[in-house]
């Protein structure tokens, strides 16, 4: 599976730690940033996830913060994305199956590196059930078209 990466100076070592882990779980890692634990504003580099995922040049994404919860505000700007603040394996498995979710957001200053694995693991390994959850999906659908035009 394709995923992309991107976190801000607070999660930046939590994506390190998980581009290695994606690695040696045999998935291919798409980072889009940040470099370092210099300051860097988050915003730029959550679109550029959301980006990669809605275009198709990843499969899934995951953005990484402090808290995570900025980050899944700004890729959730990005036309098409589900983004899905997760910080336990449950509302990973949820926000996938019933919400199909496509990006996931993760707290580098909540979650630990093991801990995230496990959440990570649980997001890629999980499919959306579709059924009565594709109406919800498609009325989302509905109202983000509803907003950009």
């Given at each position: 599976?394709?995923?992309?990466?991107?976190?801000?100076?607070?999660?930046y070592?939590?994506?390190?730690?998980?581009?290695?882990?994606?690695?040696?779980?045999?998935?291919?890692?798409?980072?889009?940033?940040t470099?370092?634990?210099?300051?860097?504003?988050?915003?730029?580099?959550?679109?550029?996830v959301?980006?990669?995922?809605?275009?198709?040049?990843?499969?899934?994404?995951?953005?990484?913060?402090?808290?995570?919860?900025?980050?899944?505000?700004?890729?959730?700007?990005?036309?098409?994305?589900?983004?899905?603040?997760?910080?336990?394996?449950?509302t990973?498995?949820?926000?996938?199956?019933?919400?199909?979710?496509?990006?996931?957001?993760?707290?580098?200053?909540?979650?630990?590196?093991?801990?995230?694995?496990?959440i990570?693991?649980?997001f890629?390994?999980?499919?959306?059930?579709?059924?009565?959850?594709?109406?919800?999906?498609?009325?989302?659908?509905?109202?983000?078209?509803?907003?950009?035009?």
């Amino acid at each position: 599976m394709r995923v992309a990466l991107g976190s801000d100076h607070a999660g930046y070592l939590l994506k390190s730690h998980l581009a290695k882990y994606l690695i040696d779980e045999g998935h291919e890692v798409i980072d889009l940033g940040t470099g370092s634990e210099e300051p860097v504003d988050y915003p730029p580099i959550c679109a550029a996830v959301g980006r990669a995922v809605t275009g198709g040049d990843a499969d899934l994404g995951i953005v990484m913060g402090g808290s995570g919860q900025g980050e899944q505000i700004a890729a959730n700007k990005v036309h098409g994305v589900r983004a899905a603040l997760c910080l336990d394996e449950f509302t990973a498995r949820l926000a996938r199956k019933h919400n199909d979710a496509n990006v996931l957001a993760l707290g580098g200053r909540i979650v630990a590196p093991t801990f995230a694995e496990a959440i990570v693991g649980t997001f890629l390994a999980t499919g959306f059930e579709g059924e009565r959850h594709q109406r919800r999906i498609g009325q989302i659908s509905e109202i983000e078209n509803e907003e950009c035009t």
